[in-house]
Structure formats: structure tokens, C-alpha cells
């Protein structure tokens, strides 16, 4: 299974993309879920240290102490499956 991560400053954005990304795994019936999801890059960095994930969707212009871009480069720092 994948495992998705969605990272965006606006929880509405946050809850439409992951039904979404819910949908196109259905109806395509793609083993795959989201399995976090935050308005915040911090527990994004917690929960990508602690758990398997394949995909990180970012939004790059965060409201928050790091833009999209520095976040995708600490998880690079501490995750190098993600670089793949």
C-alpha cells in the first residue's frame, strides 16, 4: 500500500484534496490511503520520522515558520527513501 502525506495551510484545501486523492484510489482501485494530513510542517516532520510514507503532497507557500520547499528538504535530510 501507499502511504500519501498532504501538508496545506488552509484545512479546507487539506479535507478536499484528501477526498480527492480518496476517490481517484477508489475508483482506480489503487492500493493506496492518506495517511496524515496537517495544517502544521512540524507534524508533518514528527509523523514522517516515525512512519513509512511514499508520497508527501506540499503546499509551497505555507503560513508557517517553513515554506513547502524547506519542509520537502528536512524530510530529504531525515528521510532518504524519499528521495527515490
Not at 502511504?3 to 487539506?14: E, R
Not at 495544517?39 to 509551497?60: G, M, Q, R
Request: hydrophobic share 45%; net charge negative; with cysteine.
Amino acid at each position: 500500500m501507499l502511504n500519501f502525506v498532504i501538508c496545506d495551510d488552509n484545512q479546507n484545501m487539506l479535507n478536499k484534496l484528501n477526498k480527492m486523492f480518496d476517490s481517484i484510489f477508489i475508483s482506480n482501485n489503487i492500493d493506496a490511503a492518506v495517511t496524515f494530513q496537517s495544517t502544521d510542517p512540524d507534524e508533518v516532520l514528527d509523523f514522517a520520522a516515525s512512519h513509512t510514507v511514499d508520497v508527501f503532497i506540499l503546499d509551497i507557500q505555507l503560513k508557517a515558520n517553513m515554506t513547502g520547499l524547506d519542509l520537502a528538504q528536512k524530510i530529504r535530510q531525515s528521510n532518504k527513501d524519499g528521495e527515490k
